[in-house]
């Protein structure tokens, strides 16, 4: 299951999916970004029992360590981070590449849209 909302068709604002696969556990995500409230939580868990909560902050970047170049959006400096990390990659990144952005196309194929509420 994955489900998209937003304002329009051309901007998405949640995302609601889960990932079954056969002998695994089913994994749930909702990522918001209109929520009321700041929020970042990762937690594991199985119906019926209690969750075990890995990361649970108001702000994920609220970590990091910003440069004096950018005190305004602390995403810049994880996101040119990143693109710089692409630099360095090993021998598997490109397969590695190949298989995310297979998984990618399955998720999209299978989305729809709802409307926001």
Do not use: Y
Not at 75 to 86: F, G, M, N, P
């Amino acid at each position: 299951m994955s489900m998209l909302a937003g304002p329009s068709d051309a901007e998405t604002s949640s995302w609601d999916a889960v990932f079954t696969a056969k002998g695994l556990p089913s994994f749930a995500l909702r990522i918001d970004s209109r929520a009321p409230h700041a929020c970042f939580s990762i937690a594991a868990g199985r119906r019926g029992k209690s969750d075990l909560t890995i990361v649970d902050q108001l702000d994920p970047f609220s970590s990091v360590q910003r440069s004096s170049m950018n005190l305004r959006d602390p995403r810049v400096d994880v996101l040119a981070q990143l693109c710089r990390s692409l630099g360095e990659a090993d021998a598997d990144h490109a397969r590695r590449q190949c298989k995310i952005i297979a998984l990618w196309a399955r998720i999209e194929a299978v989305s729809r849209r709802v409307s926001a509420s």
